[in-house]
């Protein structure tokens, strides 16, 4: 059984369209993220929502929009990209109030911009 | 804003032998956290640690968030244990911040 799983694992797609990257988690936890990993291994968090609520919100442009439509769900959908948008993003969910906590990260999805 | 720091960049050991990465950061913290992505880009978390040692197998991890380090040790090195180890920083008072450090890139030889 996959823990976090993410569709598409690899995404490539042209500047100004837009697209979507979905999570799931049969974990039960109750908070899951985002993150962003760029061609130099750079990671760096995006947004994180604990039970359906963002909680953390990092300098992204709006152009990133995570939706949480329940728990065990949270996908981006990122409108008009572009070429900087190429990374792999990450999902990943934890049990946030039963310290400590440990985060189970998804196989990632490698999103191409052209 | 806060810096991480990771230290060595790369490292290169044979097998068997121990090592240590160091991850330095600038403020304090209220927590820290170890990861480790194998070859593959699997993301794996390996210690939630703000204070003092844990143990894992042939992994262990040390923050003394008093003088804002914290070091990862690995003894007896596979080649499984090859690819990019992360620290990162959660801050929590004021505006919340998660930071990344930007790796260590171990390669163990057979």
């Known amino acids: 059984d996959t823990a976090v799983s993410q569709t598409p694992k690899y995404l490539v797609t042209q500047m100004g369209n837009d697209k979507s990257i979905k999570c799931e988690q049969n974990?039960?936890?109750?908070?899951m993220y985002w993150y962003k990993q760029d061609s130099k291994k750079f990671l760096k968090i995006m947004f994180s929502?604990?039970?359906?609520?963002?909680?953390i919100n990092e300098t992204v442009p709006n152009r990133f929009s995570p939706k949480s439509p329940d728990k065990a769900h949270l996908n981006l959908h990122i409108n008009s990209l572009e070429l900087g948008d190429s990374a792999v993003y990450f999902c990943?969910?934890?049990?946030?109030?039963?310290?400590?906590?440990?985060?189970?990260f998804g196989p990632g999805t490698r999103l191409t911009v052209t | 804003g806060i810096q991480v720091e990771q230290s060595p960049p790369d490292l290169i050991l044979q097998e068997g032998a121990n090592s240590t990465l160091r991850c330095n950061f600038s403020?304090?913290?209220?927590?820290l956290q170890w990861f480790h992505q194998n070859p593959w880009g699997q993301l794996i978390n390996l210690f939630y640690?703000?204070?003092g040692t844990k143990q894992n197998g042939r992994l262990s991890a040390t923050t003394v968030a008093t003088e804002r380090y914290s070091l990862l040790y690995i003894s007896s090195s596979q080649t499984t244990d090859s690819g990019v180890y992360f620290c990162a920083v959660e801050r929590g008072s004021g505006t919340y911040k998660y930071i990344f450090g930007t790796g260590t890139r171990l390669k163990v030889l057979a």
């Open positions: 974990l039960g936890h109750d908070t």
């Open positions: 403020d304090s913290v209220n927590n």
């Open positions: 929502y604990n039970n359906k609520e963002l909680i």
């Open positions: 640690i703000p204070s």
């Open positions: 990943a969910s934890s049990q946030v109030r039963d310290l400590p906590y440990e985060q189970y």
